[in-house]
């Protein structure tokens, strides 16, 4: 994977086949301590002793219809790559969390990738999921809630083309402001 926003979706969606409802994704760029840090938890099944010894070995896979599962291992492998690591912590019927951490300047560190459109991607083809997503960048911080989205939207869908291009725009405009010095 070529940046960390489709790491962020393939975990995502790791998320999503364990049956989360709810999923949380934090991003924090903290440039004056070097460091970034990428969270995902959901309430999905989670996974029991056995699998989460081996989940970051490709050949450790729950699917059925192939048998390897890369993303947490090319997760790990680009976290690794920046002087970082991943942690997974799960329990049966709770949750998974996945915490990934790169050192933000090394050069082995991939970038960011369009945020902004994974994150509509998931939320436009999940509907029912609630997504909460938080960046911070230094100091400032934005916070995306579907489930107050869907609230204030009624009986239009989240998932229409309209509030797609309109929620992708505010995030690429707000995470642009936070930038800005």
């Known amino acids: 994977m070529n ?33 970034l840090i990428i969270g995902i938890k959901d309430n999905g099944i989670g996974m029991d002793s056995g699998l989460l010894e081996f989940v970051t070995d490709p050949f450790t896979t729950t699917r059925n219809t192939r048998k390897v599962g ?51 991607l998931l939320v436009a083809a999940n509907p029912t999921i609630d997504f909460k997503y938080i960046h911070h960048i230094n100091n400032k911080k934005y916070e ?11 009986d239009i869908k989240i998932s229409d083309p309209k509030i797609r291009r309109f929620l992708k725009e505010m995030i690429t405009e707000n995470l642009h402001e936070m930038c800005v010095v």
Do not use: C
């Open 3 to 35: 940046n960390i926003s489709m790491h962020i979706l393939d975990i995502v969606q790791n998320s999503i086949r364990g049956e989360a409802r709810n999923i949380g994704i934090l991003i924090k760029e903290n440039i004056e301590k070097n460091i």
């Open 70 to 120: 890369m993303g947490l291992p090319l997760l790990k492998h680009s976290a690794e790559q920046s002087n970082g690591y991943v942690k997974v912590v799960s329990e049966i019927g709770i949750g998974t969390q996945v915490h990934a951490t790169f050192q933000y300047d090394h050069i082995d560190r991939p970038p960011l990738g369009d945020i902004s459109g994974t994150i509509i």
């Open 144 to 154: 995306l809630d579907t489930q107050e989205i869907k609230l204030a939207l009624g």
